[in-house]
Every structure is written in C-alpha cells, then in structure tokens.
C-alpha cells in the first residue's frame, strides 16, 4: 500500500516527505496506522548515522495507533486494537529467554539495522521500498521494528503493547521508548526505597520520567540538574526537591552542600562524559549510578578508581529493563491516576513540521516533541 512517510534521504540530510510503498504484513507482524509519534534524540544520532542505520530511511520508534492488518501468525492482536510500539528483540537468545528483552543480544541489528531481523523465516529484507527509476528500492524501513514517521508502519506482536481505545494515544506515543528508559530506570532497575536520596543529570524527556519515577517510589530529596532554568522549574513542580544549574559552579559541590555524603542513586542521562563522571563522584559509599544517555560508539569515561573501589557501582541500562507489555500499563496506571503527567512535557507538530519539532528539540524549547500524523483513531 501507498504510505507517506519522513525520509531522510541521505546522512545529516534533513527529513523529507516521500510517497512510499508498505508490504502487508506476514509472519507475526502487523501493520498500524499511526496516529502519533514521539521524537527520540535517538532518531536524531541515527539520522547522523551514530549507530550505523544505513540510508536511506524512515525512522521514528515511539509510535501508536491503530491496528489495521495482522500477518498469520498473529495470536493476540487484532485489525481495531490501540496500540503504543515500543523497541523489538528476539525472542530466543539467552536475554530473552531470562525476560531481559532490552538486552537482547539482537538488540543493535533488530533495532538500528533498519531491516527485518535476518533470522526470521521470511525473506523480506525491509518492510517499505521506494521507486527509483521506476523500480521499487528497499528503504530502511524497520528501524526500532516500526520506523513510524509515518503515516502506517509495520512492526511485530512482540513490540506492541494494546491499550484502552479511551486513552489518548497523541499523550501515550512517547511511552514506548523515553518515557519508559527514564521511568524504568527508578521503578525497575534501582528499585530505591523511600526516603532514599536522588540525583538525576538532565532534565529532557528521560531525566523528567525519571524524576516524576523517583517522587513516585518515595524518593527524598530528588535533585534535578539541567542548564535550563526553565526546565529545571518544570522539574520542581513535577517531583524535584531540589535544582541545579552548572552554570553556578560544580555540580558535585552543589549536590554534597545539600547531602555532605552525595547520594544513593544517581541516573545520567545527558551522555557526556564529564557529566558521568560527576554523576559518579556525587554517590555517597556503595550508591549506584544508573547510566542511561546514548553516547556516541568510541566515546571514552575516565574515573578515580579509589572513589569507585568503596562499594560504588555505575550501571548500565537499557529501555529502564522494561518489558513494555507489563510496564507500559503499569505506566498507564500511575498516567490514569494523575501520577505520571507525561502531557507537560509534550508539544505537538505535524508530521510535516519534523524538522522543526527536532530543531526545537535540540534548541530546548521543547522538552518531548509529538507528531501527529494527520489519521485519527
């Protein structure tokens, strides 16, 4: 079928819109008219090719919207249903088989590749093509398993997660990927009990989740730090006891006037190195930082090894070890309840407007750009 769709025609290039063809679905796939789609500082690096998707491409992976078709294989999900999509995995490595799916051992090829997965019984290398000289070209067109800058997106019944058809699917997209990293990160991988202290490096989409996370589990104080002083008053009003500004001095001495002895936990989500290191040096004896920002491949962190010897752990975490099927509903939950405002954050463009939502992104003007794809459910 025609679909339109946010190309980006080579790397660095900006987004264009393309009449493209989509394959019906097969195997366990199923094909989703989109509604809305978050924009992730990951589409972003990956337009730039950081990860190596090759071009070119249609990206986007926080898509929702409605189920339309399903492929044979197709169990529990049905042509009507509400879906978020979230990031894909194998199903059968050893990550998988233990319900660590954000560490599938696929998890580069499966989501970056741009192309069905290779060990899948079908031989369709992308689920979206273009005409070039008249001959129908596979475009990258499966990135995260979705690639939904776009109007209609193909991806499996493994990365998509069926909702309420009363839920407001524009405020739900940006569940599937940055909400649930940061969320997940507290919830899931920390797991912090209350009163314990918190420190989060970044205040955009993931850092906000993670510090809306952090009031939810009973976290006290929670320090927010950004160079934005509008974000960091969003992030007070949202669950922040506390805020930093680097651009008053060093971040570690600001952190241990409040708590002498640094903090329990630590998540940095800006991907700079010396943020990391700072978000290190800021734990008390045996805290844990959470590492969640996406560097790019080659990028190098140096610490005091002393400092790290006293019982002090940096971790490493992908997607907030979140299994969306489960988590995106206990998200949902704690959104119906009023605990998880994700619509603050958000801002709506059209799918023509993504060069600019992704300019306003990068600007700070926008905390969570939204693209409305024009197809209502």
């Given at each position: 079928?025609?679909?339109?769709?946010?190309?980006?025609?080579?790397?660095?290039?900006?987004?264009?819109?393309?009449?493209?063809?989509?394959?019906?679905?097969?195997?366990?796939e199923?094909?989703?008219?989109?509604?809305?789609?978050?924009?992730?500082?990951?589409?972003?690096?990956?337009?730039?090719?950081?990860?190596?998707?090759?071009m070119?491409?249609?990206?986007?992976?926080?898509?929702?919207?409605?189920?339309?078709?399903?492929?044979p294989?197709?169990?529990?999900?049905?042509?009507?249903?509400?879906?978020l999509?979230?990031?894909?995995?194998?199903?059968?490595?050893?990550?998988?088989?233990?319900?660590?799916?954000?560490?599938?051992?696929?998890h580069?090829?499966?989501?970056?590749?741009?192309?069905?997965?290779?060990?899948?019984?079908?031989?369709?290398?992308?689920p979206?093509?273009?005409?070039?000289d008249?001959?129908?070209?596979?475009?990258?067109?499966?990135?995260?398993?979705?690639?939904?800058?776009?109007?209609?997106?193909?991806?499996?019944?493994?990365?998509?997660?069926?909702?309420d058809?009363?839920l407001?699917?524009?405020?739900?997209?940006?569940?599937?990927?940055?909400?649930?990293?940061?969320?997940?990160?507290?919830?899931?991988?920390?797991?912090?009990?209350?009163?314990?202290?918190?420190?989060?490096?970044?205040?955009?989409?993931?850092?906000?989740?993670?510090?809306?996370?952090?009031?939810?589990?009973?976290?006290?104080?929670?320090?927010?730090?950004?160079?934005?002083?509008?974000?960091?008053?969003?992030?007070?009003?949202?669950?922040?006891?506390?805020?930093?500004?680097?651009?008053?001095g060093?971040?570690?001495?600001a952190?241990?006037?409040?708590?002498?002895?640094?903090?329990?936990?630590?998540?940095?989500?800006?991907?700079?190195?010396?943020?990391?290191?700072?978000?290190?040096?800021?734990?008390?004896?045996?805290?844990?930082?959470?590492?969640?920002?996406?560097?790019?491949?080659?990028?190098?962190?140096?610490?005091?090894?002393?400092?790290?010897?006293?019982?002090?752990?940096?971790?490493?975490?992908?997607?907030?070890?979140?299994?969306?099927?489960?988590?995106?509903?206990?998200?949902?939950?704690?959104?119906?309840?009023?605990?998880?405002?994700?619509?603050?954050?958000?801002?709506?463009?059209?799918?023509?407007?993504?060069?600019?939502?992704?300019?306003d992104?990068?600007?700070?003007?926008t905390?969570?750009?939204?693209?409305?794809?024009?197809?209502?459910?």
């Amino acid at each position: 079928m025609k679909i339109t769709a946010a190309l980006v025609p080579e790397k660095g290039a900006s987004f264009v819109l393309r009449d493209l063809t989509l394959a019906d679905p097969v195997g366990d796939e199923i094909r989703v008219r989109v509604v809305a789609c978050g924009i992730c500082h990951t589409d972003v690096s990956s337009r730039d090719q950081v990860y190596g998707t090759p071009m070119p491409a249609v990206l986007g992976h926080e898509g929702a919207g409605v189920v339309e078709a399903v492929g044979p294989k197709v169990k529990a999900i049905k042509p009507g249903d509400h879906v978020l999509m979230s990031f894909d995995s194998c199903g059968n490595c050893p990550s998988c088989r233990d319900g660590q799916i954000a560490y599938c051992w696929h998890h580069m090829e499966m989501n970056f590749s741009g192309f069905r997965y290779s060990g899948t019984a079908w031989d369709v290398p992308s689920p979206i093509s273009m005409a070039v000289d008249g001959v129908e070209t596979p475009v990258a067109g499966a990135f995260f398993g979705q690639s939904s800058f776009a109007t209609h997106a193909i991806c499996s019944e493994r990365n998509a997660v069926v909702v309420d058809k009363d839920l407001p699917l524009e405020v739900l997209a940006p569940l599937g990927c940055g909400m649930q990293t940061g969320a997940g990160a507290v919830l899931n991988t920390l797991n912090p009990a209350p009163g314990s202290s918190f420190a989060i490096t970044g205040a955009g989409t993931v850092g906000m989740a993670a510090i809306m996370a952090a009031k939810i589990a009973g976290c006290a104080p929670i320090i927010a730090i950004d160079m934005s002083a509008d974000r960091l008053k969003l992030a007070l009003e949202l669950g922040a006891t506390h805020a930093i500004n680097p651009a008053d001095g060093d971040i570690v001495q600001a952190v241990k006037a409040i708590l002498p002895a640094g903090v329990q936990y630590s998540i940095e989500t800006t991907a700079h190195p010396a943020v990391f290191r700072a978000a290190v040096d800021m734990l008390q004896v045996r805290g844990i930082c959470g590492l969640i920002g996406g560097a790019k491949l080659g990028t190098e962190a140096s610490f005091e090894m002393t400092h790290i010897l006293f019982g002090r752990t940096i971790r490493g975490i992908l997607q907030g070890d979140s299994v969306p099927k489960s988590f995106l509903p206990r998200l949902i939950g704690l959104y119906r309840s009023g605990r998880f405002p994700i619509e603050r954050l958000e801002t709506r463009y059209r799918l023509d407007q993504i060069n600019e939502a992704i300019a306003d992104m990068k600007s700070g003007k926008t905390i969570k750009p939204v693209l409305m794809t024009g197809s209502q459910p």
